[in-house]
């Protein structure tokens, strides 16, 4: 059974607040707790739920490990996937310097960027490279997930490098709409400026500013 989009990303939001919860030592969680943190209608929660089979529901709530299991296996989060880094300016350079990247599900194996120079001088553990390399680094290192911090004139460029080594999912924080012309990539575009513009329309509108 297809899992539309807007449900996946639900549950992927959900599966970090269960990562949150279970940290926390709490056992159960209810539709309406679970809708009040993640913004939504527990009637869209519990219709969510449905793609995931049986989710270990208690008199108090769904039981927080089970469902976090449930939504592992479903998306495939019990699996560890590669992923990159392109663009190693401070963003980038955070990013790979920042624990919180490395999780049991992601591992950061190479960082990619143009300047030589700075590749020379970076103190980084993870093995870095210049940008004419994506293709075979991609393709020898079976790296599926890429992050792209770069300029937006390069963006578009550096993407089919990384479709061309066979790379499967981008996330894209440069500051240009890339496209991939293969179907079977799939690529997230995150606009700061815009979620800002976005969060500022609504408060606007709620207090009647406009």
């Not at 993870?126 to 300029?151: C, F, G, H, K, N």
């Amino acid at each position: 059974m297809a899992i539309p989009r807007p449900t996946i990303s639900r549950l992927c939001k959900l599966y970090s607040l269960l990562e949150e919860m279970n940290e926390r030592g709490q056992l159960t969680l209810s539709s309406n707790d679970i809708g009040k943190r993640l913004g939504v209608g527990s009637h869209n929660i519990r219709k969510d739920l449905t793609y995931l089979g049986e989710t270990g529901t208690t008199g108090s709530g769904y039981d927080i490990k089970t469902l976090k299991e449930q939504i592992s296996r479903c998306l495939g989060f019990d699996r560890k996937r590669k992923a990159c880094i392109v663009g190693l300016d401070k963003t980038g350079t955070a990013i790979l310097s920042n624990d919180m990247f490395f999780s049991k599900n992601f591992d950061i194996v190479a960082g990619f960027d143009s300047n030589i120079n700075r590749l020379e001088t970076l103190k980084i553990d993870i093995p870095l490279y210049p940008t004419y390399d994506i293709p075979v680094v991609i393709r020898r290192e079976r790296i599926e997930l890429a992050l792209l911090t770069l300029s937006g004139e390069t963006a578009q460029i550096v993407t089919e490098k990384l479709i061309d080594g066979g790379i499967k999912g981008i996330v894209n924080f440069s500051p240009v709409v890339l496209s991939s012309s293969d179907s079977s990539v799939y690529i997230s575009n995150v606009d700061i400026i815009n979620e800002f513009r976005f969060l500022s329309a609504l408060f606007t509108l709620d207090r009647g500013e406009a």
